[in-house]
Nanobody, 121 residues
Framework: QVQLVESGGGSVQPGGSLRLSCAAS????????MNWYRQAPGQQRELVAG???????NYADSVKGRFTISRDNGKKTVSIQMNNLKPEDTAVYYC???????????????WGQGIQVTVSS
C-alpha cells in the first residue's frame, strides 16, 4: 500500500518561511520523480517543483529563487523549503510520486492527502 504523508504546513506572515516534508512508504522511492503541486481555491492544481530520480530539479516561474526542493532517498522523504512567502502562495500543497516504466511505458502516479499553507498578515 502506497502512502505519501505531508507535514509542515500552517499559517505564516508574508515574507516568512515554511518547510513541507513528505514521507513515502510502499514504493521504491529512489526511482520515482517526486513533485510538489498546489491548488488554490477556484484554481487548477499546478506543479510547483519537481525533483527527478537523479536529483534534477525544476520549478514554476512563480517560485524560482524562493523555493528549494530536495530529497533523501535513505529516509524516503522529499521536502520543499519555501522562503519569502507571498499571499499568492496560499494553497493546499500536494506531494506526488510519479514514474513511467522505460520498459512497459506504464505510468504510476501517487498523491498525498494535501496540506494547507496560508500566507496572510
Amino acid at each position: 500500500q502506497v502512502q505519501l504523508v505531508e507535514s509542515g504546513g500552517g499559517s505564516v506572515q508574508p515574507g516568512g518561511s515554511l518547510r513541507l516534508s513528505c514521507a513515502a512508504s510502499g514504493i521504491w522511492f529512489s526511482i520515482y520523480a517526486m513533485n510538489w503541486y498546489r491548488q488554490a481555491p477556484g484554481q487548477q492544481r499546478e506543479l510547483v517543483a519537481g525533483i527527478t530520480s537523479t536529483s534534477s530539479t525544476n520549478y514554476a516561474d512563480s517560485v524560482k529563487g524562493r523555493f528549494t526542493i530536495s530529497r533523501d532517498n535513505g529516509k524516503k522523504t522529499v521536502s520543499i523549503q519555501m522562503n519569502n512567502l507571498k499571499p499568492e502562495d496560499t494553497a493546499v500543497y500536494y506531494c506526488n510520486a510519479a514514474r513511467t516504466s522505460p520498459l512497459s511505458s506504464r505510468h504510476d502516479d501517487y498523491w498525498g492527502q494535501g496540506i494547507q499553507v496560508t500566507v496572510s498578515s
